[in-house]
């Protein structure tokens, strides 16, 4: 994607403002993607981080239980 000017827009001038508000529309739904699989990679991350400590946790839970005993 991109915004490059066709021959046709090049001859007259420039391009239009209905290209314009097409390619940004486009660049908006790419952005809105790219977002969510951000926000998805993100939550996993933190999602197996989560999990870590929760474990980590446990296992020190387990080894004071084990001391007090």
Do not use: C, P, W
């Amino acid at each position: 994607m991109g915004i490059a000017l066709k021959e046709n827009d090049r001859k007259h001038g420039g391009v239009s403002k209905q290209y314009f508000k097409k390619e940004l529309k486009q660049m908006e739904i790419q952005l809105y993607v790219l977002e969510q699989k951000v926000s998805l990679q993100v939550n996993r991350s933190l999602e197996d981080y989560y999990y870590e400590v929760t474990n980590e946790l446990d296992s020190l839970r387990q080894s004071m239980s084990h001391l007090e005993k």
